[in-house]
Every structure is written in C-alpha cells, then in structure tokens.
C-alpha cells in the first residue's frame, strides 16, 4: 500500500515545495506576477477620456527655438505667468531648481568688477515672484546621498488609524529647489517615480514620502490638492495590518493604495491633446491655446531625449515622466483603479494548492495525457479567472505563478512517472543481469526476432566456480539459512562477473556458469575472465573478514566460505537451446567442458583459480605460476594448467619476478628427483606476502611430481570445434 500511495506522497510534497516558494514570495516569483499584469493592461488599458489634465511639454521643438536646456528663469516666470493667465487650475514642475541662475544678470554682475549687481535683473526674484501670484508646485527629487529635506509641507496632513510612517518610502537626501523659489510656491511635492520592482517599468507610483518627521505629497496629488484648493489630505491607516496605509482622500476623491502608500498605475493610452509645446505657450500666440488650458492641470516637465526623464510604461510605451504624473491625475479623476486585496495573496495560496492536489491525483492515477488535459483545464479556470477580476473589479490575481508553477509540476510529475516506470524496468534489468550480461539484454530488446533456437561458433572464455564446503555446510544448516548464504555469495561474485562484460549462463547448485565474448564481440575477453576471477577473489576474502554470511556470529561448523575457480578458452558452440517455446541461452563444447574439469581440479591442486593454457597464451602479461599438467576427466591428453596469482601490475613487480624464478626452479627440481624442501620453504616465505592462498599448493606439490613430467611436450588444446562447423 505504501508504494502504490508513494507517487501521490511525493508529487504533493512538490506541490507544498511550490506553495512554500509562492509564500516566501522571492523577487523572480514578482517580477513575473508584475509582468502578467503589464501583459492583462496591454489587453485592456484604462479606457482614455478628456480629463482635466495637460502636459507643456519642453520638448526638442521648445529648445530649438527658445536655447537649450536650463533656460532663464525670466522665461520660465512668463510660462508661470502665461499658464496662470490662461486659467490653469494648478501648474506642476517636474522640473527641478536646486541652484541659484547661473544666467541671472545679478549673479553674473556680482563676479566682475565695476559693475552694481543691484542695479541688474534677478532671474530667481523674477521667478519666484511669478510663483506666488500662480497656483504653482515645485519639485524635489529623493537623492541617495545628500541634504536632509529641510522644513515642511505646503498643505497639512490628517492621519484616521494607526501611524502608517514607517511604511512610507523614506528621504534620505532630497534636490530641494532653492528657499527663495521654495517660499514662494503655493505648493511642494516629490516628482522621483518609484521604479522598485520595477523590471524596466514604472508600475507603482508613491503617493507619499516621509522625512521621519513629516510627510510630503507626490507631484500628482499636490497638484489635485492645490487645484481643488484643498488644505489637507486626509491619510488612512491599514486597521487590520497596523502600520500600514490603506489609502487616502483628497478632497472627494478617496485613493486605494498599497500598503507602502504606492499607487498602482493603470495607464490608458497615450491621448494626443494631452500635451503642448512650451514653444505654444511662450509665443506670441499663446492665448489661442486658452480652451486647452483653462481650468486644467498643468503639469511641466520634458520630453527631450537629452534630459534623460524617459521611462518605460506597462504598456511598452517609452514616455517623459511628466506624463506618469498626469496619468496618476488622471486615474484618480476618473476613479479607475487597481488593487491587489489582502485576501487575495490567500486565494491565491488555497488555489494553487487545490489545483496542483488535483493535478498529482490526475498524472499519477490516469497517466500524462489526462494530466495534460486537467492542467490544461485548471490553468484556463485560473487565468480565465483572473482576467474577470481583473476587467471586471481591478483586483489583479496573479495567472502568472498558476501557470508557471503548475507547468513545473506537471514536467515533474511527469518525470517521476518516468522515473518509477524507469525504475521498475532497472529493476527487471538488474535482476536478470545477474544471468546475462547487458550487452545481450540490449541485443535481446532491440531484436527479439533473434529469439529463437539455434546458435553458432565463436571463440569464447568460459569460466566455472564452485563453493568450498557446501555439502558439510548444507547438512549443518536448515535450507532458509542454506539458500541466504548462497543469495548473498551468488549477488557478490556474480556482479563481478557482470562488471567485467560477462554472462552469467546459469547457477548449479553452489556453482557458477559464465562465459565471455557471446552473444556480442567483447575485446581482451580472456583478461576480462581473468579480472573477473581475481575480483571474486578479493570480494569473498571481503565478505569473510565482515563476517557477510553470519557464519561466525551463528557459529556454524565452517567459518568461512572458499570458491575454486576454473577458466578455460576456446571455441564453443553458443545459442538458444531448448524448447520452440521455452530456451535459453547458452554454451557448449570441449571448452566448456576443460573449464569445469579445471575448476574440479582446485582440491587437488590446493589453489582456487586456475586456468588452462590458451588463457595464459592469449594475457601473457598476468602473474600466473605453471601448475603442471593433469589429467582431465574425459580427456586423452594431459591438460597444462597454470596458477592465477594476480594482475599485470603484480606480474611486472620485483617481489613476483623473484617468487617466480623460484617457483621455476622448485618444479625443476621436482621433475629431475632432487628434494625440494628447501626451495619449497623459500617459495612459501616469498608468497606470503604476496599470496598467502600459494602455501597448501606448495605443500602438497611434492605428491604431484607426476603432474610435472615432460610437460613441455604438452601441445595447447585443440577445440572440437571449427570455423566450418
């Protein structure tokens, strides 16, 4: 029952990883929500109307006509004065006046001598004089170094709940305009936009900005302020998140904002009467422009490219930032707005989590396509719902972590089923790799027509083991403790086996079958057996000194296991034997049958790996001993054997040169009837460090002198079998 609920365990803890993300709420997961809802304005943009708003735009038109950028203040008092005669009901600069008129004649007369600076125009007197007989705002901008904003705002603030400043954006520095200019402005406000989380655009304006000691209005709202001849602004504190704003009120018009006091901007599109020229109100026919002034919002500010004050929009437009002041003006004017509620970063959450629940149940129950075409389902439901409140209410549902997180779940879930699908095959894989080796369950996959009687001649290595022991072992032990021995040592010597390319043809009681270079070409397979046997070797040594069998724990009559091990090569007869519908695959021949009668002749020998002599011939390179030359079961001839004491590296090491001189001259010895005591001792010393297993060969080797008689006559083996067969 626990691995059939599994899947569903884990698909629904990716779903909790996924919501947990969406909690933690990181920047990439925002951008990509604020990026869904630029995409939801582009489809339907604030509806454009005639609103109460214009931009005088000192734009590339005014500067090639009236010089280049800063102009006198002279000119800017007559725009002042202009705009104010023609009616404006508040005039905004987003423009900035930190510093005194470099090109004011009194400034310019007071550093060259003889010359009265009183008696000389004052461009910043001239100036501020024009501001105060307008309804006028001057801008400051937030600096990151800088300044502390000094003195207070123009209008009053009214605070209805708790405190909201700490959530307000803070001034650490402020470009103020000058005192003379600051006095005489009926009104003060910030023009920075906030492009914080941003990506490029100007999604949120702030409304309000705070000191640490008092508050000030943005651009936009200063200006609805002064227009409508206000003297506070009523700011209200988020009662169930105390600290926060919850929005504000300016004369009629009640402003939803977010929690730091930003408006969402909804922008509609660009209306072409909304802005003029500076170049239209500075000339000589101004007043023909007094139906689009009188009674409006006038903001000032510019769109040459060489001011840098262009900025991004949600709708991809690349507009002076001027115009995102009007548009806040105009928002608010027309009541429209966006807002993203505290209940819906909730609804949000709960949905995910239903929808991905669902979609794990669907994937992991009725397969891929029915979870393509629920996820399909759920992400049209989210993002179709999502779009109504948006047109429908302003709230703005994000569609797009729905569509981004249920996409990753659904490849997930997808995966895992894969994996577990995989799985189940690796499974079927390893367990029949321990009888055949992957090249050949390959083969058989990818062509199971070959699956049928029949077989052919191929030179191959063949390798036989048997279990030292087994018979007294298996009359001490009950059969379950019987057949885990020979589980665990099967799984053991068979991987090494398997790890050297070889097939595993069968298990024989206690012994093993494998075979090398069948049905697939393996290169060197005489050094992959040899490996092979060597690997079984150390293996068995290691799961004895672990105690791997519970053999000393339980005390049983043998305390650890021995194998013999018997390698042969030559040519055999390989294929699928048996029945049309039952066979498998294996070899046969005169090889095989050396193989196993070599390995049967390790008691005698008293040495567990020994090989025949077309091994020896086709890896010269290995540290093999001579054995002598038996008499075979079944054979006419005497068989030459050798010892395989270890691999390539130990044969070219000193201590194995100096083991197997000695060794040749003990046999040396032994075929010409000198005693061998001597030279027999001194091989057992050498061995000891190099193969304990080689001191029962030297003990019993004198009872085997007729093993060693004339065997350099002895011809290599000649297979029963040949390429014409």
Not at 293 to 303: K, P, Y
Request: aromatic share 8%; net charge negative.
């Amino acid at each position: 029952m626990f691995r059939r609920l599994l899947p569903i365990f884990a698909g629904l803890v990716v779903v909790l990883l996924l919501t947990l993300l969406r909690v933690a709420d990181p920047y990439p997961v925002q951008v990509l929500r604020e990026i869904a809802f630029d995409f939801y304005q582009r489809l339907h943009p604030r509806p454009t109307a005639d609103l109460p708003v214009r931009v005088i735009d000192i734009d590339e038109r005014a500067l090639a006509e009236f010089g280049q950028w800063p102009w006198p203040r002279d000119r800017l008092a007559t725009l002042s004065d202009r705009l104010t005669e023609l009616g404006a009901a508040a005039i905004g600069f987003d423009v900035l006046f930190p510093e005194p008129d470099r090109m004011s004649p009194s400034r310019i007369a007071a550093t060259l001598p003889g010359l009265d600076a009183a008696t000389l125009p004052d461009y910043d007197a001239i100036f501020a004089a024009a501001l105060a007989r307008s309804p006028a705002i001057l801008g400051f901008s937030r600096t990151s170094s800088g300044q502390p904003l000094a003195g207070g705002p123009k209008g009053g603030f009214a605070i209805s709940g708790p405190d909201p400043s700490n959530a307000i954006p803070f001034l650490t520095g402020a470009a103020a305009p000058i005192p003379q200019l600051r006095d005489a402005a009926p009104g003060l406000a910030a023009v920075s936009l906030n492009s914080q989380l941003s990506a490029g655009a100007v999604r949120r304006l702030p409304m309000l900005w705070t000191n640490g000691n008092q508050l000030f209005p943005t651009l936009s709202l200063e200006a609805l302020r002064i227009a409508m001849g206000i003297g506070a602004i009523v700011v209200f504190g988020d009662t169930a998140a105390e600290g926060y704003v919850e929005g504000l009120k300016v004369g009629q018009f009640t402003v939803p904002l977010t929690s730091e006091g930003d408006l969402w901007l909804y922008y509609s599109r660009p209306r072409p009467d909304l802005s003029l020229s500076a170049a239209d109100i500075l000339g000589a026919s101004y007043r023909q422009f007094a139906d689009r002034i009188a009674g409006n919002i006038v903001l000032v500010g510019t769109s040459a490219s060489g001011l840098l004050d262009l900025h991004n929009t949600t709708l991809g437009d690349n507009v002076p930032g001027v115009t995102i002041h009007a548009q806040a003006i105009e928002q608010i004017l027309s009541g429209t707005y966006l807002s993203r509620p505290d209940w819906v970063a909730g609804l949000e959450i709960v949905g995910f989590l239903a929808l991905g629940a669902l979609l794990v149940v669907v994937v992991l129950l009725l397969g891929p396509i029915a979870g393509l075409l629920a996820g399909a389902l759920c992400l049209a439901g989210a993002i179709g719902f999502s779009w109504w409140m948006f047109i429908t209410q302003g709230a703005m549902l994000d569609p797009s972590f729905p569509l981004v997180g249920l996409t990753l779940l659904y490849l997930a879930l997808v995966f895992f089923r894969f994996f577990t699908t995989e799985r189940a095959k690796r499974q079927i894989r390893r367990a029949f790799g321990y009888y055949v080796a992957p090249s050949l369950l390959g083969e058989i996959e990818k062509n199971g027509d070959r699956l049928k009687l029949g077989g052919d001649v191929r030179r191959i290595t063949v390798l036989f083991s048997d279990m030292r022991g087994f018979t007294s072992l298996s009359e001490r032990l009950e059969p379950r403790r019987i057949l885990t021995v020979l589980n665990t040592l099967f799984g053991a010597l068979g991987a090494e086996i398997v790890g050297q390319l070889g097939t595993i043809d069968k298990f024989i009681g206690d012994a093993i079958m494998a075979f090398w270079n069948a049905p697939v070409d393996v290169p060197d397979h005489e050094r992959k057996a040899l490996r092979a046997a060597l690997g079984m070797r150390e293996k068995l040594g290691h799961l004895n000194r672990t105690d791997a069998f519970h053999l000393k724990a339980d005390k049983a009559p043998v305390q650890e296991l021995g194998i013999g091990i018997g390698i042969s090569a030559g040519e055999a007869l390989v294929g699928n034997m048996g029945l049309e519908t039952r066979f498998d695959y294996s070899a046969l021949g005169d090889t095989v049958n050396v193989a196993s009668r070599v390995e049967s002749a390790c008691k005698e020998v008293g040495y567990d790996i020994l090989i025949a002599e077309p091994v020896r011939l086709a890896a010269p390179d290995f540290a093999f001993l001579e054995a002598g030359a038996l008499a075979l079961k079944g054979k006419a001839e005497r068989v030459k054997i050798y010892l395989l004491v270890g691999d390539d590296t130990l044969a070219r090491s000193g201590a194995f040169s100096l083991l197997r001189a000695t060794h040749a001259e003990a046999l040396e010895m032994l075929r010409t009837g000198r005693d061998t005591t001597g030279a027999l001792a001194e091989c057992i010393a050498l061995s000891a460090t190099i193969e304990p297993g080689l001191k029962k060969f030297y003990e019993t080797l004198p009872a085997r002198h007729a093993d060693f008689e004339s065997t350099e006559t002895l011809q290599p083996l000649t297979p029963i079998f040949s390429n014409s067969a």
